[in-house]
């Protein structure tokens, strides 16, 4: 029966002190106002669709969770809405349990063994052999009937799959390389890695097992899967339990915040159970064999709809199959319809099982949300959110089997789920970054290599559309960079600012009035809050911000009050977005643009003493006695306070050296800049000088990108030196190839078989045969001979 699309029921508008907030809404593919159904207008119920915890989250994980922690927050600190936020772990499915058994498996395996012997190559061949058999047909096709040896693989894989590998689609057409090529290459790395442990004759068991266990993971389990008891839950969730940690510790990295309400699917079997069993009752479900199937085509003629969210996709066989999981390879033609899909599976040989009215069983994919979320939440949601990859077949499925639970009738069925939000992705060189496919970087080794700080990976998510797809690009690294650059700026200038006011209880000689800026700022709150209502439109907040620091910074004479207050702003919204996990309130600005704490003692008096002694040397005349009793450096017996105190000491025996020479002022404005470029610098603090504006140099921790400005600077300067001692050292060379040229006597040059005659200057008069040489040639032999007479007198003069 085919699907007709209902019209999505608004919540009434139950507050007039709603925001006029307006949020895309996957189940109506539009914009729609949001009113949540809270009769005060306060709460708001979400469920999000959590992790399958069997491997670390990736940077496809991030994506997903810090755009909607950005979402949760814009909800909870701007709008101010008590939002009930729910989210489970997936601790059973079919990756997970065929995860969990394969390394429970081949662990026990492998405690039999000591070294890689004879046996164990033996039964790694095999496994070698069949993964390639499955997943790299080429291999196999080519002729041979079988995979190639491990010593052969590189060179059959370069004929087979070297157009792969060099970025062309498998069909080796003009078609754009995707997933699929992106799960051979997953699959080739695994085979070769195993290849090359079989290719070694070394008898070390972790090393040889390490290289191999890609391929031996659903070998050993082939072998073994019928030992393991389903009953023995612990089997699967030892490996689900330490996932879920390590998930929620990179959440708390990134800043994500932990939900309400955390939910495992492991803790509510017998709810599944029952849940199931009410949507059988309701007649919208069969079971066979053991398993329990919705019934799309009863509920569809109750006057239900399915696949409300993707209508498009209700017939896709590959969604379909992907979204049913191990069932997808049996014989399906049991069902009433090719949609209907398993609410709950019997168990097979190695999988966990729960009692059932069926038999023994497991919750199927999509049960086990729709159980839980209605447990929790009851029979309506406010909002329900995750990956758009969910919105076929998982969210469609979940607002049929709940709204099915639910209701006797579809016709009157009420809507589940009022405002589906799906995240975009987060793809590599076109490919969706997945587990799967193992093309993926962790949020915890990207963090670690430096690769990305979790401000920076935000500000990128930030700075892109929720809803939207993302590439990581060149482009869009530098964007990310440049903006929190241009922050970190505003925030030192304004905390400077704040600080050297506190000290004098004065304006700093900034004249108070009013500003342009002001009517910016008020301007630039409004466009914000625009933004905001307009689902969450963060990229439009980027902008608008950056514009006003831009406004900022081409102002001049900026009243002290206005600076305060364009500071306070941003950093209400920064924090806002969760772009400090360590901020402090009342602090001005975020972590990370001041300099340590137990520096400051020392650093900010140091930097005074320096600017006095630069203003003087430039005046022509220094004080320097006068200048190092002004400044005195602090006692500390902290060792790690013991680095800036050297450097303030350092600076002032410098200033008294200097002073016992009665030296030029260049030389003291030289050790002011030694100060600021290596001995602050190793420090890991800068001293940006601000004579121009008529203010002291502001003292900031280095930053990344002046990092790369002295770098690019350095290697500018290294390439020109480079060249110009090339040039040098090809001058040398030039110079002594000719001198070197000039060591033969013009005198001797021409007295060869050539000629037979010459006069008393070595000229030559005739010819081998004993003709007279030519006047025309005798003219040029002149010329040869007066540039050697030239050379030869300069080799002589280099010889005394």
């Known amino acids: 029966m085919a699907a007709v699309q209902p019209e999505w029921h608004s919540p009434p508008a139950t507050s007039e002190k709603l925001p006029k907030l307006s949020i895309y809404n996957s189940l109506t593919r539009t914009k729609t106002p949001f009113h949540p159904r809270d009769p005060s207008g306060e709460k708001v119920s979400w469920y999000a669709c959590g992790p399958t915890v069997y491997d670390d989250a990736h940077l496809g994980h991030a994506r997903n969770y810090v755009s909607t922690d950005i979402i949760r927050r814009i909800m909870e600190d701007y709008f101010k809405f008590k939002v009930n936020f729910v989210m489970n772990t997936t601790d059973v499915d079919d990756k997970i349990i065929l995860a969990a058994r394969q390394q429970h498996l081949l662990s026990k395996w492998l405690v039999k063994y000591k070294e890689a012997n004879q046996e164990v190559r033996d039964t790694t061949k095999k496994a070698y052999e069949a993964y390639v058999g499955k997943n790299l047909p080429l291999l196999i096709e080519d002729g041979a009937g079988s995979a190639p040896a491990p010593e052969g693989f590189e060179d059959a894989v370069t004929k087979l799959y070297g157009h792969v590998l060099a970025g062309k689609s498998l069909a080796n057409d003009a078609s754009p ?10 699959h080739l790395n695994t085979a070769r890695s195993a290849a090359s442990a079989l290719a070694t004759t070394a008898g070390d068991l972790d090393t040889f097992a390490t290289k191999a266990t890609g391929v031996l993971l659903p070998y050993i389990d ?18 689900t339990k330490k996932y879920e940690q390590r998930f929620f510790d990179d959440m708390s990295a990134l800043n994500v915040r932990y939900p309400d309400k955390l939910t495992r699917v492991t803790e509510y079997g017998p709810q599944i159970v029952e849940f199931v069993k009410q949507i059988e009752a309701n007649g919208f479900a069969y079971d066979h064999e053991g398993s329990v199937y919705y019934d799309t085509t009863a509920w569809e003629s109750s006057g239900g709809v399915y696949a409300r969210l993707e209508p498009w996709n209700r017939n ?7 979204g049913e999981g191990s069932l997808a390879v049996k014989a399906t033609s049991f069902k009433r319809s090719n949609a209907d899909f398993a609410l709950w599976k019997a168990s097979k040989e190695g999988e966990p099982s729960w009692d059932s009215p069926w038999g023994e069983g497991r919750p199927g994919w999509h049960i086990e949300c729709s159980a839980m979320a209605s447990d929790v939440l009851g029979k309506q949601i406010d909002i329900h959110s995750g990956g758009i990859d969910l919105a076929f077949p998982h969210h469609d499925n979940e607002l049929a089997q709940s709204e099915a639970f639910w209701a006797k009738c579809g016709k009157d069925s009420e809507q589940w789920v009022n405002y589906f939000l799906h995240m975009g992705h987060l ?17 915890r080794e990207a963090l670690a290599k430096g690769d990305w700080t979790p401000r920076g990976l935000r500000i990128v998510f930030l700075l892109g559309a929720w809803r939207d797809g993302l590439e990581i690009t060149g482009e869009v690294v530098k964007a990310g960079v440049a903006w929190e650059e241009k922050v970190n700026n505003l925030f030192l200038k304004v905390r400077d600012l704040q600080r050297t006011s506190s000290q004098t209880s004065g304006t700093n000689g900034i004249i108070e009035s009013k500003s342009n800026l002001d009517d910016n700022l008020a301007t630039a709150k409004q466009k ?7 689902s969450f439109d963060t990229p439009t907040v980027m902008r608008i911000i950056s514009e006003l620091i831009t406004a900022y910074n081409t102002e001049k004479n900026v009243p002290e009050s206005t600076s305060l207050a364009i500071g306070q702003w941003i950093t209400d919204i920064v924090v806002m977005f969760g772009l400090d996990s360590e901020y402090k309130a009342g602090q001005m600005g975020w972590s990370g643009v001041d300099i340590p704490e137990k520096a400051k003692a020392f650093i900010y008096p140091l930097s005074k003493l320096r600017d006095s002694v630069r203003e003087q040397a430039k005046a022509g005349t220094v004080n320097a006695k006068a200048l190092v009793e002004s400044e005195d450096v602090p006692a500390t017996e902290d060792a790690s306070c013991q680095p800036y105190a050297k450097a303030f000491s350092d600076f002032k025996q410098s200033v008294v050296d200097l002073n016992a020479k009665d030296s030029a002022a260049k030389d003291y404005l030289a050790i002011c800049d030694r100060l600021r470029d290596v001995s602050l610098w190793d420090l890991g603090i800068y001293l940006e000088d601000r004579d121009s504006q008529g203010l002291p140099a502001l003292v900031r921790p280095l930053s ?27 001058k040398e060379a030039a110079d ?6 000039g060591k033969q006597s013009h005198l001797e040059m021409f007295k060869t078989a050539e000629f037979s005659d010459w006069d008393a200057d070595g000229l030559p008069t005739k010819d081998a045969q004993g003709n007279e040489v030519a006047k025309s040639r005798s003219k040029k032999l002149k010329k040869d001979w007066e540039r050697q007479k030239k050379a030869h007198e300069a080799w002589l003069a280099t010889q005394k």
């Open 528 to 534: 914000v809050h625009d933004a905001l209502c307009d």
């Open 222 to 239: 082939s072998l073994e899967k019928h030992t393991v008891n389903g009953k023995d839950h612990e089997i699967f969730t030892k490996l």
């Open 316 to 322: 896709d066989k590959d969604l379909l199959a992907d």
């Open 177 to 186: 390389p995707g997933d699929k090529e992106a799960k051979v290459k997953m």
């Open 704 to 730: 990344q990108s002046l990092r790369q400005e002295r770098h690019d600077r350095e290697a500018i300067a290294a390439s020109k030196a480079a060249a110009k001692a090339k040039a040098q050292a090809d």
């Open 427 to 443: 793809s590599i060189q076109g490919s969706k970054m997945s587990k799967s496919l193992k093309n993926f970087t962790t949020i």
């Open 736 to 741: 002594k190839e000719r001198l070197e040229k």
